[in-house]
């Protein structure tokens, strides 16, 4: 026997739940490029996306992952032989790095202890270390999903200000965008680059990087910019096949257009609320749980946690275990410890993930709680019970203080 027939919830980091709305926008017969609905939607998308961004400023999208954000920023921005800032949080800052070394781009990278966000002191010092302003841009990510960690993007605007550093401020915000608070411009980010899959709740395919004029401008000091990644035709295109050089990415963008009215209906404002009352849900009940036990968050301050991804770690081989019989037993899908590992455990099997990013609600995460709390029951892995208990709490008490 398994319980897990019935409809699954791949709780993991992305790619994310997409609303059914959305997978019915999708499908539908090839459309035309050259003309009707579908050229004529696409412009329509940018107020959108500004929206979520919270910006004035541009985009432009690729057919692409998140990966392909990384390094159409870079590619508009910082030239072979240049060098960037990386202050990394987990995974992800070195995969933007590494991402630069395969341009050429040299990267200082400040490293951080697990589940620390980034530091801006140790910011301050390297750029007030860069008396020549060698440094191009500081490489930042908000939320680094493999540690769940989200960092301060005003505080980095901040340093740069006060030591009148001219490098550009870029945010990868793929893991936080429409989960997160994130104001693009009250912050101060040049850069901010995402995915469709995450709290876009759109299949794994388009990338977006919005850009200010600051960005821009070094755009057009570029010595050369590939015609692939090149974003000026494709925040500004003279024809419609420019928006995307080439093919538009048909059904993603109906997908989109579904997802950005769902959006707009209900607030960002109010997105970024329901995140942050769901993702303290989870804390709570794993604080509870853990103090009978060896589970614990990977991010200890409350206010460095991000909203749209928790990075737990049980022990080895707890995790594994756990992941197994949630997917086997229950029929829903826990991430992976990522870039978590230690000595001991060279597979990371002690390190899991949670996912709520996106189109989830009170009823899920209550379903991935009481879960988990069967898991370690059934597994025998040490916790206090009464988790879900608290979780439940959590969520009564945010729908009562509203009027
Ligand atoms: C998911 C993610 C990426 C990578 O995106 P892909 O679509 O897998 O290429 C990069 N940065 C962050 C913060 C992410 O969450």
Redesign the pocket.
């Known amino acids: 026997m398994s319980l897990a027939h019935g409809r699954p919830y791949l709780a993991i980091?992305?790619p994310s739940v997409m609303p059914e709305a959305v997978l019915r926008a999708m499908h539908r017969a090839a459309p035309n490029i050259y003309e009707g609905a579908l050229p004529e939607m696409v412009a329509g998308l940018m107020p959108d996306l500004r929206y979520v961004a919270q910006t004035e400023g541009e985009v432009a999208i690729y057919i692409a992952?998140?990966?392909?954000a990384?390094e159409a920023a870079l590619a508009n921005t910082v030239a072979s032989g240049e060098t960037v800032l990386v202050p990394a949080t987990g995974r992800?800052g070195h995969?933007w790095a590494d991402m630069a070394h395969g341009l050429g781009i040299e990267s200082q990278i400040i490293d951080h202890d697990r589940g620390a966000p980034i530091d801006p002191e140790r910011v301050r010092v390297a750029l007030a270390a860069d008396k020549g302003q060698k440094i191009k841009a500081v490489l930042a990510?908000h939320?680094?999903?493999s540690t769940s960690v989200r960092s301060d993007i005003a505080a980095l605007r901040a340093v740069l200000d006060e030591l009148g550093h001219p490098a550009l401020l870029m945010a990868?915000c793929?893991?936080s965008l429409g989960c997160d608070r994130f104001e693009m411009d009250a912050w101060g980010a040049d850069i901010m680059v995402t995915?469709s899959?995450?709290g876009l709740m759109v299949p794994?395919g388009l990338a977006f990087v919005f850009f200010n004029d600051r960005a821009a401008q070094a755009r057009a000091g570029m010595p050369r910019v590939s015609w692939y990644w090149d974003w000026a035709p494709r925040a500004n295109p003279d024809g419609f096949y420019q928006y995307f050089g080439g093919t538009a990415p048909t059904h993603h963008l109906y997908g989109l257009r579904v997802a950005l009215d769902m959006i707009r209906e209900e607030g960002i404002e109010a997105i970024w609320a329901r995140h942050e009352v769901l993702a303290r849900a989870i804390w709570t009940a794993v604080e509870h749980w853990g103090q009978g036990g060896p589970l614990r968050l990977t991010v200890a301050d409350p206010a460095h946690r991000s909203h749209a991804v928790t990075a737990l770690r049980i022990g080895a081989p707890y995790g594994e275990q756990l992941r197994q019989w949630s997917d086997g037993q229950a029929g829903v899908t826990l991430g992976i410890g990522l870039g978590m590992s230690e000595p001991e455990d060279p597979h990371g099997t002690g390190f899991f993930r949670f996912g709520h990013m996106g189109h989830v609600n009170a009823h899920m995460i209550l379903g991935l709680v009481g879960t988990v709390e069967a898991g370690l029951d059934a597994l025998g892995i040490p916790h206090t019970t009464g988790g879900v208990t608290k979780a439940a709490q959590i969520i009564a008490e945010a729908t009562r203080d509203q009027d």
């Open positions: 980091p992305g992952n998140g990966h392909g990384w992800f995969g990510v939320v680094d999903t990868d793929i893991a995915g899959q995450k794994p």
